[in-house]
């Protein structure tokens, strides 16, 4: 069975930072990429950061870029988003997703969310 759990969400004080991590089984990690979305109250879901396991590939939005920082540890198949300098606009649900074409193209999977909330 195909798992993806966030966890590293919480409340932060705008300048602050967080961690989320994104811990995946049931699948071959190195096969595929890992995405991370976020989507505020009555807004559309946004694309965030996207990585490919297999060779380190990176997304970024330019809402994040220069901010965030995506990652892999391929060892315990689970990928990490540094959130820095964060803004009272970062605040949203935080998901992960798994893509099996490997190239952040699309989801295949997805987990069942983290709230960020950055306070002003």
């Known amino acids: 069975e195909v798992q993806l759990v966030e966890s590293g969400g919480g409340l932060v004080q705008a300048g602050g930072s967080l961690r989320l991590s994104c811990a995946a089984s049931?699948?071959?990690?190195?096969?595929?990429?890992i995405g991370w979305f976020r989507q505020a109250p009555g807004k559309e879901r946004e694309g965030v950061s996207c990585?490919?396991?297999?060779?380190?590939?990176?997304y970024y939005a330019n809402s994040v870029k220069g901010r965030f920082t995506i990652s892999s540890d391929n060892a315990k198949n689970t990928v990490y988003l540094q959130m820095n300098s964060l803004k009272p606009e970062d605040t949203a649900v935080y998901y992960c997703?798994?893509?099996?074409?490997?190239?952040?193209?699309?989801?295949?999977?997805w987990g069942q969310g983290t709230q960020v909330t950055v306070s002003s």
């Open positions: 990585i490919s396991a297999s060779d380190g590939y990176t």
């Open positions: 049931g699948f071959t990690f190195d096969d595929y990429a």
């Open positions: 997703a798994a893509d099996k074409s490997g190239n952040c193209l699309r989801e295949d999977y």
